[in-house]
C-alpha cells in the first residue's frame, strides 16, 4: 500500500517507527520498495555519493528532477521526498513555490524537503499552502556547511539547544508534515520529539526519534568517501561488488567467460553460406 504524509502522521500517533532510506535511481528505488521501506528520500547528497561532489552546495534542479523522477518510477509503496537544492527555495518565497511544483510536476514527488528552521517558515508556509507537503531539515543542515565551518554536531550547548526547539516548533507550525533531525544529541532528539505532533526523522539522532533515515550507499558501505559515527553497515556490498569486478576482469582475460550459454547460435547451414 503506498505510504502517505497521513500514513506517517498516522504511524507516529500509534507509537509505530518510521523506516526511510534514501535512493537515486530506478533500480535502488524498486529494492526499497520490496524491503519494505515507508519513505525514500531523493537527498541532495545525490552531489555526494552519485555525482562525486565535495558537499551540496552544486547540486541543481535538473539534477534533483532526473534522479527524482528515476525513483518515482520504481516506488510503487513508498513515499517519495525530493530535497530541494540549495539555492532553490532562498531567494524568495515565489522562487520556492515554483521549484517545489517543479518536483512534483516533474519530479513527480510526494512531498519536498528543505533545510532550515524558523528562518524558512513561510517558505515552508506557502510552499504547503500550495498543496505540497514540506519535510522540514533541522540540527546539521549540510546546504550551510560554508556557514557553519564543517560537518558538527547541532545542539550541545544550551544556546544551540534551544535554537533547536524553537526551530523544530516553528516548521511545526509553518505546517511542515514532519521533520529531520541531523546530527543533534540523542537526548535532545527525544525531547523535541516528545514536543511534537509531526514524526521526527532521525539521522545521527538516537532511537528516541519517530523515525529513522540514512543514505543508502552508506548503510550498504557502498560509499566510502568518509563515514560518519552514526551509520551502520547493514552489508558490506562494496567488498560484494569490488569481489565480482575482479572476477568479472580475470574471467574476461583467462576467456572463461563468456562461456557458450551466453553466446547466440547461427545454424550451421547459414554460416556455411556465408563462404558462398
Ligand atoms: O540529502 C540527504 O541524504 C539528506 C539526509 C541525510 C537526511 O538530507
Ligand atoms: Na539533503
Same mark, same amino acid.
Given at each position: 500500500m503506498?505510504?502517505?504524509?497521513?500514513?506517517?502522521?498516522?504511524?507516529?500517533?500509534?507509537?509505530?517507527?518510521?523506516?526511510?532510506l $534514501?535512493?537515486? !535511481?530506478?533500480?535502488?528505488?524498486k =529494492?526499497?520498495?520490496?524491503?519494505?521501506i515507508?519513505g525514500?528520500l531523493?537527498g541532495?547528497? =545525490?552531489?555526494?555519493?552519485?555525482?562525486?561532489?565535495?558537499d551540496?552546495v552544486?547540486?541543481?534542479?535538473?539534477? /534533483?528532477?532526473h534522479?527524482?523522477?528515476?525513483?518515482?518510477?520504481?516506488a510503487?509503496?513508498a513515499?517519495?521526498?525530493i530535497?530541494m537544492?540549495?539555492?532553490?527555495?532562498? $531567494?524568495?518565497?515565489y !522562487?520556492?513555490v515554483?521549484? *517545489?511544483?517543479r =518536483?512534483?510536476?516533474?519530479?513527480? *514527488?510526494?512531498?519536498?524537503k528543505l533545510?532550515? @528552521?524558523?528562518?524558512v517558515?513561510?517558505?515552508i508556509?506557502a %510552499?504547503?499552502?500550495?498543496?505540497?507537503?514540506v /519535510?522540514a531539515?533541522?540540527?546539521?543542515?549540510?546546504q550551510?556547511?560554508?556557514?557553519?565551518?564543517?560537518? #558538527?554536531?547541532?545542539?550541545?550547548d544550551s544556546?544551540t539547544?534551544?535554537?533547536?526547539?524553537? !526551530?523544530?516548533?516553528a516548521?511545526?507550525?509553518a505546517?511542515a508534515f514532519?521533520v $529531520?533531525?541531523?546530527?543533534?544529541p540523542s537526548?535532545?532528539?527525544?525531547?523535541?520529539t516528545?514536543?511534537?505532533? %509531526?514524526?521526527t %526523522?532521525g539521522?545521527?539522532?538516537?532511537?528516541?526519534?519517530?523515525?529513522?533515515?540514512?543514505?543508502?550507499?552508506?548503510?550498504?558501505?557502498m560509499?566510502?568517501?568518509?563515514?560518519?559515527k552514526?551509520?551502520?553497515?547493514f552489508?558490506?556490498?562494496?567488498?560484494?561488488?569490488?569481489?565480482?569486478f #575482479?572476477?568479472?576482469?580475470?574471467?574476461?582475460?583467462? @576467456?572463461?567467460?563468456?562461456?557458450?550459454?551466453?553466446g547466440?547460435?547461427i545454424?550451421?547451414?547459414?554460416?556455411?553460406?556465408?563462404d !558462398?
Amino acid at each position: 500500500m503506498k505510504n502517505t504524509v497521513v500514513t506517517f502522521k498516522e504511524m507516529k500517533q500509534k507509537g509505530e517507527k518510521i523506516s526511510m532510506l $534514501t535512493g537515486y !535511481d530506478y533500480s535502488t528505488a524498486k =529494492l526499497l520498495d520490496e524491503g519494505g521501506i515507508n519513505g525514500i528520500l531523493v537527498g541532495d547528497s =545525490l552531489g555526494n555519493v552519485m555525482l562525486g561532489y565535495e558537499d551540496t552546495v552544486s547540486v541543481t534542479m535538473e539534477d /534533483m528532477i532526473h534522479h527524482g523522477a528515476a525513483v518515482a518510477r520504481g516506488a510503487k509503496n513508498a513515499l517519495v521526498v525530493i530535497d530541494m537544492p540549495f539555492m532553490s527555495y532562498q $531567494t524568495s518565497v515565489y !522562487d520556492a513555490v515554483v521549484n *517545489a511544483g517543479r =518536483l512534483m510536476k516533474e519530479g513527480r *514527488a510526494n512531498a519536498v524537503k528543505l533545510e532550515g @528552521g524558523e528562518e524558512v517558515a513561510d517558505v515552508i508556509k506557502a %510552499i504547503t499552502k500550495a498543496g505540497i507537503p514540506v /519535510m522540514a531539515h533541522i540540527g546539521l543542515t549540510p546546504q550551510h556547511v560554508n556557514e557553519f565551518g564543517g560537518y #558538527k554536531v547541532q545542539g550541545k550547548d544550551s544556546a544551540t539547544a534551544k535554537k533547536l526547539i524553537r !526551530d523544530a516548533k516553528a516548521v511545526e507550525a509553518a505546517g511542515a508534515f514532519a521533520v $529531520t533531525l541531523e546530527c543533534v544529541p540523542s537526548k535532545l532528539a527525544e525531547k523535541v520529539t516528545k514536543e511534537l505532533s %509531526i514524526p521526527t %526523522i532521525g539521522i545521527g539522532a538516537g532511537a528516541g526519534c519517530d523515525g529513522q533515515i540514512l543514505v543508502y550507499a552508506d548503510m550498504l558501505a557502498m560509499f566510502s568517501d568518509y563515514r560518519p559515527k552514526f551509520v551502520k553497515n547493514f552489508a558490506n556490498v562494496r567488498e560484494i561488488m569490488v569481489q565480482a569486478f #575482479k572476477e568479472y576482469d580475470s574471467e574476461v582475460k583467462a @576467456g572463461t567467460y563468456p562461456a557458450e550459454e551466453h553466446g547466440y547460435a547461427i545454424s550451421d547451414e547459414v554460416l556455411s553460406q556465408l563462404d !558462398d
